[in-house]
């Protein structure tokens, strides 16, 4: 089942959050020929057009994020469309001796009050940060941990960012130093970053824009 879906999501920028929650393992998969839907803890995908049952399963889980290429009413009410931006690394952007690629969890708590705040959107809410430990994904942060940045789903070429920073820390360069920097270890990695910005957050929008990111297509996103 599972790789019936992997033929309906492409690897590009768009589908990352898609491919990349239906190839890990720990998923569980509901598929059909058509479409189906993978759950991962608190956050789920829906791919093509599932059947109702696995709709209705989606519907009855925990899950609290969902991601697809366009909205489903029976899982969740509210749906918003996200636009998806490839980043390109800059070649000055990783300078290794001002960021901690090994920054302790435990200073980094501020994320999930972050993540509990903003209700599991473009941050993915539910463990993202544990998750991008548990499966060894890049975690960048600055020297005082006022910014972070990581992956929350990568597929065979591309990476999906998060960013978060302490809301007494912003608007000091240190989110987009992280992100660049990122971006240019993905890259000697294979892939390519991808980052988030929902329409309703003018914030992250703007920090998209800033960061030069080239616009690759809309998703959506449902918050329940």
Sequence with gaps: MRDALLELVPDSPVHVRLRGLLLAPEAEVSASARGGVALLGEVGAIVGAPSRDALAHAGASHATTFWA???????????????VA?????????????LDATPDRTRLGFVDAMET??????????????????????????????????????????????????????????ASHIARALASRLRDAGRVAVVFAADSD?????????????????LWVARR
């Design 86 to 98: 490839v980043l390109e690394p800059r070649e000055e952007a990783d300078h290794a001796s001002e």
């Design 117 to 174: 705040l903003d209700g599991g959107g473009v941050l993915d809410g539910g463990g993202a940060l544990d998750r991008a430990y548990a499966h060894g994904w890049p975690v960048l942060a600055d020297g005082d941990a006022r910014s972070v940045g990581y992956v929350v789903a990568q597929t065979e070429g591309f990476a999906a960012l998060a960013l978060a920073t302490r809301e007494d820390r912003r608007r000091r360069g240190a």
């Design 69 to 83: 290429r366009r909205p489903w009413p029976t899982v969740a009410a509210t749906w918003e469309r996200v636009q």
């Design 202 to 218: 003018r914030v992250a929008a703007s920090f998209v824009e800033a960061l030069g990111a080239t616009p690759a297509g809309t």
